[in-house]
């Protein structure tokens, strides 16, 4: 099966705090792997993509950064969070050219 | 860079009329195009994709849409709406960056059924 996992689930964290959100995927070799957030009232933008091991383009200037240590596990992080970094976190891949995305089951941020 | 955009950030629509949800998108060279759904408590869900070919789409629980290149245009619609489609719908244009697709979406249309 062609599987994301992703966690946690929650987090609360207060401002200031370091953040750290991993993504797994099963089934698949050499995915295209993607994170968006969804806000209120922003629908879902993408933060970053890679193609592969160690390659990561980010699509818009933040306070977050993505790695890519093994071909299946793609890590979102933060060193300092933002209030405005709160939202609705979602890992998705594509298997090949032109699939559709799959996505994980998302992490609800909230930074107090 | 590849951008979309829908319109309306809200619906309003009684169950059993017509629906017609609208995306633009902006992109040089022929798009990729998607609908998703969200319902709520729910991932997203693909509705129907467009890469070549007919330009009138069928998706899934009814759903089409119709790509109109002149229009940069590819606005989702339902002859009779359920209210199980209370959902918030996203479209979504792919476009090629250094030999890999890459899905962009838009903001997304919240869609409120009246019984």
């Known amino acids: 099966s062609q599987t994301i996992h992703q966690w946690p689930a929650t987090l609360v964290q207060p401002v200031g705090s370091p953040l750290s959100l991993e993504c797994t995927v099963e089934g698949t070799s050499n995915p295209n792997l993607y994170w968006y957030r969804q806000a209120a009232g922003r629908g879902l933008q993408l933060l970053f993509y890679s193609v592969g091991i160690g390659q990561i383009s980010s699509e818009v200037p933040q306070n977050l950064s993505a790695s890519r240590p093994q071909d299946r596990q793609f890590i979102l992080s933060s060193k300092k969070l933002l209030l405005s970094d709160s939202g609705f976190y979602l890992c998705a891949r594509t298997a090949g050219f032109n699939e559709k995305l799959f996505f994980g089951s998302g992490t609800q941020l909230s930074v107090l | 860079a590849q951008s979309v955009t829908q319109p309306d950030i809200h619906i309003t629509v009684s169950e059993g009329a017509s629906l017609e949800l609208r995306c633009n998108y902006s992109y040089g060279a022929t798009p990729y195009l998607f609908w998703y759904v969200q319902s709520p408590g729910q991932g997203l869900q693909l509705l129907l994709k467009?890469?070549?070919?007919?330009?009138l789409v069928q998706g899934i629980k009814g759903f089409e849409a119709e790509f109109k290149r002149s229009q940069s245009s590819f606005n989702l619609r339902k002859p009779s709406v359920h209210w199980s489609d209370a959902a918030e719908y996203f479209c979504a244009v792919g476009a090629l960056r250094g030999g890999s697709y890459i899905p962009t979406f838009g903001r997304g249309t919240s869609l409120i059924v009246h019984p």
């Open positions: 467009y890469f070549s070919g007919d330009t």
